[in-house]
């Protein structure tokens, strides 16, 4: 059971303010979620191969071969606007 000083300790190394009613109701959640991995970790396991995920999806690497560079005047020539070889965009504020 994490009680209500835990969650308060917790709240501190993570600079947030909490009040005790919040400190109370945090820790019933987190000691609801404990148990709920105290139920996960009493699955039996045995003989069942660890994976990374759940897919059996690969991943295909290509070859790392050196292609042709853009200059800066490529990359910008396609720019609706542009200040010498920069983007201009609007202001967004």
């Known amino acids: ?3 209500q000083k835990t969650v308060q300790h ?3 190394l993570a600079r947030l303010y909490v009040t005790e009613s919040e400190a ?3 820790s019933r959640q987190l000691s609801k979620i404990l148990g709920y991995f105290e139920q996960i ?4 396991t045995q003989g069942v191969e660890p994976l990374v995920t759940p897919t059996e999806i690969e991943c295909f ?3 790392d071969v050196v292609q042709k560079e853009l ?3 490529e990359i910008v020539a396609n720019a609706p606007e ?3 070889h920069l983007f201009t ?3 967004v504020v």
Do not use: F, H, L
């Not at 970790?41 to 039996?44: I, K, T, W």
């Open 71 to 73: 200059s800066a005047e």
């Open 41 to 44: 970790s009493q699955v039996n």
């Open 82 to 84: 542009k200040t010498g």
């Open 10 to 12: 917790i709240a501190t």
């Open 24 to 26: 109370q109701e945090y």
């Open 61 to 63: 690497w290509r070859e």
């Open 1 to 3: 059971m994490i009680d």
């Open 89 to 91: 965009v609007p202001p």
